[in-house]
């Protein structure tokens, strides 16, 4: 006869001991609590529109040993930046061109272990342009060295952007405020007249736009550099494009795409421009997220190189034609993080009036698409330099580094600047020759240097096949290589 | 019974071609060795003329490593083109600092340098103007330079570029000169004398001075 009670307490016995061997095993795996990170809120503050609304986001981690470092990242159609780093668990966070984007936070700890939170959900910026925004077109500011038409290109500009669908401040409104501030410079704008311009005029933006070159006799030619910048406490640039043309450009069978009236020349040129102005506004308009090199995973650009007008016949590189001929980047220089620049106005060492002002600008606009790189508005540039009586006449000194990289007065991480050897095409073959050094403000060290040189009819053998007739249209891709070779990993 | 050429050692005429053959080769042959002989001695010749005494000096007593920044100051200039100066220290610079062997301060700070030791002729200071703009610069030496020649030269009809540097390394505890050299590229060659062309572009002729003189800094 089986005794019941007893074998139901050995059976209980042994569960009990089972359960006790099981807790004593499940101790002695026991390790170090993982490293865990969370987003813990995403707070919007304004309307979710570039240069107005920003993201408040919130992350929490535990099971940490020792400091915590944080990270955070954005992504946008698939491609991941870094966008801030540092020991605080808070950003305040605003991307600098339309899109969906979703954020991710990463920590590391003391003993170096590191992890990730879950991305977050699709957070959408809507351009800083649209229909209802009231815009102050500047007249233009003549940076060719020669007299040109400005009253009928300001007219003329006018009117394209009007047809374009922008709001634009009434013309006598913006004289009077011009008048009042006794605003003599249209080639920029500081925070003083940004904020007083938003107060007084109810203006959200700015339409500036710099005469690069203008030629009526002979072949005519007209270069234009324009950008969009919001009146906010810090004027910001939103969108930056530029236009270069010449008469003679695509003469085409028997010399019948020739253009010779400069009237004509100027619409196709404003035409262009506004174009690239209604696909921003249509959030379409290019950016570089990359090449970056984040988190340990590699990320292509964005969008496709640019293609470059006229292939090489003989099948050369011509992008090699226009990148630096001699370049240094410092060591231990990440690229892949975000920086805001300084660009300041170019030595003029030989070239034509003006070219410094001009390479600086084209500079500005390569910049400009690089979504990591924030460039100061170059009319904040210039109104610091003034305050503080910054006389470059060797380039910036350290001094000069100081002052704009100082966090109270424009806290540039960069400070860019050059000198301009050769800028002609209004006549010649186009030839341009500069030089370009950047400072790490915060460091006191040059972090680059470059020595860029072409002429238009570089790897030119057939019928003028890939030639680049104007100046605006060599610096533009040379700015365009070295930014490129700069920011490159 | 005829006998064939072949059979018979052919004729004394054709023996004599053949015996006029034979001193014509040996003539060849000894013509031959002479000219190897001259070509030998034009190579000799040729080497001993492409010596020369180097053109740069040394302090052997200096300690280069000891040199982590330098300011270049601004080139004296020679020639007639005006900016020439400005545009071979700018390569200089660039290239130096890209060898990253020194620290190469930027021209603005070395223009305030200048300005704050208040030295006189930028392109020729005095050793305690060195002395003071070291300390002013916190930079170890300070590397002057002269610009001789620059553009294009001439003989007869053909044209091409030369570029002619002399530069000078001097620190500035001391102000003493602690190593100099001197270069000197493009020009016309046997090839733009025959052939034409014009010779190199100024950027290339340039970038190939100062190559020569950074190899001679740091062989």
């Known amino acids: 006869m089986i005794c019941w009670t007893s074998f139901l307490n050995k059976i209980v016995g042994m569960l009990l001991g089972l359960l006790l061997l099981s807790g004593c095993a499940g101790r002695g795996a026991v390790g170090p609590t993982p490293l865990r990170v969370d987003i813990a809120a995403i707070r919007q503050e304004g309307p979710q529109v570039v240069g107005q609304g920003t993201l408040r986001v919130r992350a929490t981690a535990a099971g940490a040993t020792g400091p915590l470092r944080y990270a955070l990242l954005s992504q946008k159609a698939g491609l991941t930046m870094l966008e801030a780093s540092g020991d605080q668990a808070s950003w305040q966070w605003r991307p600098k061109m339309p899109g969906a984007y979703r954020l991710q936070v990463v920590a590391m700890d003391g003993e170096g272990r590191r992890t990730v939170s879950a991305w977050s959900a699709l957070h959408h910026f809507a351009p800083a342009l649209d229909d209802r925004t009231l815009v102050a077109l500047l007249p233009p500011d003549n940076i060719s060295g020669t007299s040109a038409p400005l009253a009928d290109i300001h007219a003329a500009l006018r009117r394209h952007l009007a047809a374009a669908g922008l709001r634009l401040l009434e013309a006598e409104r913006l004289s009077a405020f011009m008048e009042k501030h006794r605003m003599r410079h249209t080639g920029g704008l500081d925070s003083d007249l940004a904020r007083a311009l938003r107060q007084e005029t109810g203006a959200e933006a700015v339409f500036i736009s710099a005469l690069e070159s203008w030629q009526e006799r002979g072949e005519p030619r007209v270069a234009m550099l324009a950008r969009l910048v919001l009146t906010t406490d810090l004027p910001e640039i939103v ?17 019948l795409g020739r253009v010779t009236r400069p009237t004509e020349l100027l619409n196709k040129a404003l035409t262009r421009l506004t174009g690239s102005l209604i696909r921003y506004k249509a959030g379409q308009h290019r950016s570089y997220r990359g090449p970056r090199q984040v988190a340990g995973r590699d990320y292509q650009a964005a969008e496709p190189p640019r293609q470059e007008p006229g292939a090489d016949l003989l099948g050369a590189d011509r992008r090699a034609v226009h990148a630096p001929r001699s370049s240094h980047r410092l060591s231990g220089f990440r690229a892949d993080r975000p920086y805001s620049v300084a660009v300041v106005p170019f030595l003029n060492i030989e070239a034509r009036t003006n070219a410094g002002q001009v390479m600086a600008l084209h500079f500005v606009k390569e910049l400009h698409r690089y979504e990591n790189i ?56 186009s030839k341009v020759d500069f030089s370009v050094q950047i400072f790490d403000g915060p460091q006191r060290r040059v972090v680059w240097n470059s020595r860029s040189y072409a002429d238009g009819d570089e790897r030119v053998y057939f019928f003028d096949m890939g030639r680049i007739a104007s100046a605006h249209g060599l610096a533009s891709r040379m700015a365009g290589r070295a930014c490129e070779k700069f920011l490159q990993d | 019974m005829t006998q064939t050429p072949e059979a018979g050692g052919g004729s004394p005429l054709q023996r004599s071609s053949k015996t006029m053959k034979a001193d014509t080769m040996t003539d060849w042959k000894k013509k031959l060795t002479g000219i190897c002989v001259a070509c030998a001695l034009l190579l000799a010749l040729a080497g001993c003329t492409s010596w020369a005494p180097p053109n740069d000096y040394t302090n052997m ?40 062997a020194f620290y190469v301060l930027p021209p603005g700070e070395v223009a305030r340098g200048i300005n704050r030791a208040g030295v006189r002729t930028a392109h020729a200071p005095t050793a305690d103007e060195i002395k003071s703009m070291g ?20 003989s007869g009809s053909t044209e091409a570029n030369i570029a002619s540097v002399s ?16 270069s000197t590229r493009g020009g016309i060659d046997l090839k733009d004398r025959m052939l034409g062309g014009g010779g190199k572009p100024m950027n290339k002729v340039t970038e190939q001075v100062i190559n020569d003189l950074l190899d001679q800094l740091f062989e």
């Open chain 2, 167 to 182: 530069l000078s390394l001097i620190e500035t505890q001391t102000g003493t000169i602690v190593w100099a050299a001197s």
């Open chain 2, 135 to 154: 300390k002013i610069l916190e930079a170890e030496a300070v590397i002057t330079g002269v610009l001789r020649e620059y553009g294009p030269v001439r």
């Open chain 1, 239 to 255: 969108w930056m494009d530029s236009v270069g043309l010449a008469g003679n450009e695509r003469p085409g069978l028997l010399g």
């Open chain 1, 374 to 429: 924030r460039v100061i508005e170059p009319g904040v540039v210039r109104h610091t330099l003034l305050k503080y009586r910054m006389i470059m006449e060797a380039g910036p000194s350290l001094a000069v580094s100081d002052v704009l990289a100082s966090d109270t007065i424009l806290g540039a991480d960069l400070i860019l600047s050059g000198k301009v050897f050769d800028y002609q095409g209004e006549t010649t073959t």
């Open chain 2, 61 to 100: 007593n200096m300690d280069f490593s000891s040199i982590q920044t330098v300011a270049v100051l601004p080139f004296q200039n020679l020639t007639s083109d005006e900016q020439a100066g400005e545009r071979v220290r700018d390569s200089f610079m660039g290239m130096l600092l890209a060898t990253e």
